[in-house]
């Protein structure tokens, strides 16, 4: 995932126990870049805060069981400095992110009453 690269899409079917998908971002993008949002119909979109840049899983929320691997996810977000962001943490971005809306076009850093709330979450799960 890159700034430039507009909007796309990933349809993840992958039921095979072990199997890990891996979403790397570029060099430039950090974790309070990313925006984190559940569609009403169960995609998961992560967008690069100012910009029309969006990666979107689709049927992100079918099926989910905290009990076992769900074969429509990409089980792990992966920044270029080796952070990871895994599945089962990503519902506590989706929820804090979820109180605000995302920042307005051409505003690529969070403002400061977003940072003070999402700061704790972003570096509890972003390992």
């Given at each position: 995932?890159?700034?430039?690269?507009?909007?796309?899409?990933?349809?993840?079917?992958?039921?095979?126990?072990?199997?890990?998908?891996?979403?790397?971002?570029?060099?430039?993008?950090?974790?309070?870049?990313?925006?984190?949002?559940?569609?009403?119909?169960?995609?998961?979109?992560?967008?690069?805060?100012?910009?029309?840049?969006?990666?979107?899983?689709?049927?992100?929320?079918?099926?989910?069981?905290?009990?076992?691997?769900?074969?429509?996810?990409?089980?792990?977000?992966?920044?270029?400095?080796?952070?990871?962001l895994l599945d089962a943490q990503v519902n506590q971005l989706v929820d804090a992110m979820a109180a605000f809306a995302p920042p307005a076009m051409g505003q690529?850093?969070?403002?400061?009453?977003?940072?003070?709330?999402?700061?704790?979450?972003?570096?509890?799960?972003?390992?």
């Amino acid at each position: 995932m890159y700034r430039g690269m507009g909007q796309d899409a990933i349809i993840e079917y992958d039921a095979t126990p072990g199997n890990a998908d891996t979403l790397q971002m570029t060099s430039r993008i950090s974790p309070e870049q990313l925006w984190f949002r559940k569609t009403d119909w169960g995609d998961l979109t992560v967008s690069i805060i100012g910009t029309a840049d969006s990666m979107t899983i689709e049927n992100w929320g079918r099926g989910e069981d905290a009990g076992s691997q769900n074969p429509t996810h990409i089980e792990r977000f992966r920044l270029a400095d080796g952070r990871m962001l895994l599945d089962a943490q990503v519902n506590q971005l989706v929820d804090a992110m979820a109180a605000f809306a995302p920042p307005a076009m051409g505003q690529t850093t969070l403002p400061d009453d977003y940072r003070t709330a999402l700061m704790p979450v972003l570096a509890a799960n972003w390992k």
